[in-house]
């Protein structure tokens, strides 16, 4: 695999992470990684879930998916870096956040209304804001601009450094902790590895000084 390649694996894991984190989810996307053996081979809790395959597609959500998803992620372990970072443990949506004075330095907009997040400090928004940084180092790797690919991965670095990888990994075993289904449990490891790898990536290309 080059690096093109690892980078667009790189985009396509933030993406997918941000989209079990962000929302519960819905019977088109259980449909899809039931019958995706690649995907499923990230999730092994899962994957040797029966009642993830047998019981019938609304039911599992409804009665087992949707109930683990909210009693971790919107009643007990909150996912935002304030929360986890801060003395106070309260949320910070207003604009002196330091997660979003870091989005708006880097040109990264974000409009709440357009998601499920109450601040923009949501760990699926991190996410968010690293594949779109992977994206527009893949766009620069395209047009072989070794600087911007440079810039751009130390940008990652200093953003998991100073954010995702600061308080995202120790906010992912609590929610493990407190998951009940396999599926959740997969999700909180594969984010929590998958961060921690990443960051050694990045320091890896970084060293080596190879854009491609």
């Not at 996307?29 to 053996?37: A, E």
């Not at 040797?48 to 609304?58: D, G, I, L, N």
């Not at 998991?160 to 407190?178: C, F, Q, R, S, V």
Request: hydrophobic share 40%; proline share 4%.
């Amino acid at each position: 695999m080059d690096r093109k390649q690892e980078t667009q694996a790189r985009i396509n894991m933030y993406g997918l992470l941000s989209r079990f984190l962000i929302e519960e989810i819905d019977e088109d996307t259980l449909k899809k990684i039931r019958s995706n053996p690649d995907l499923l081979e990230l999730l092994p809790r899962t994957k040797e879930w029966k009642t993830f395959f047998e019981k019938e597609p609304k039911k599992l959500i409804e009665e087992e998916l949707n109930v683990d998803f909210t009693t971790v992620f919107l009643l007990n372990v909150y996912p935002y870096e304030s929360v986890f970072m801060n003395d106070e443990g309260h949320i910070d949506p207003t604009v002196t956040n330091p997660t979003l004075v870091f989005y708006r330095e880097h040109g990264y907009m974000i409009d709440l209304n357009k998601t499920r997040a109450l601040s923009p400090d949501h760990i699926a928004i991190e996410m968010e804001f690293m594949m779109t940084l992977a994206q527009e180092e893949l766009e620069a790797m395209e047009k072989d601009n070794e600087e911007k690919v440079r810039n751009l991965r130390q940008i990652q670095k200093k953003f998991l450094e100073e954010h995702l990888a600061n308080w995202g990994p120790i906010y992912l075993m609590a929610a493990k902790d407190m998951a009940e289904t396999p599926f959740y449990q997969d999700v909180c490891e594969l984010a929590l590895e998958f961060i921690l790898s990443d960051y050694e990536y990045l320091i890896e290309t970084l060293e080596e000084g190879a854009t491609v």
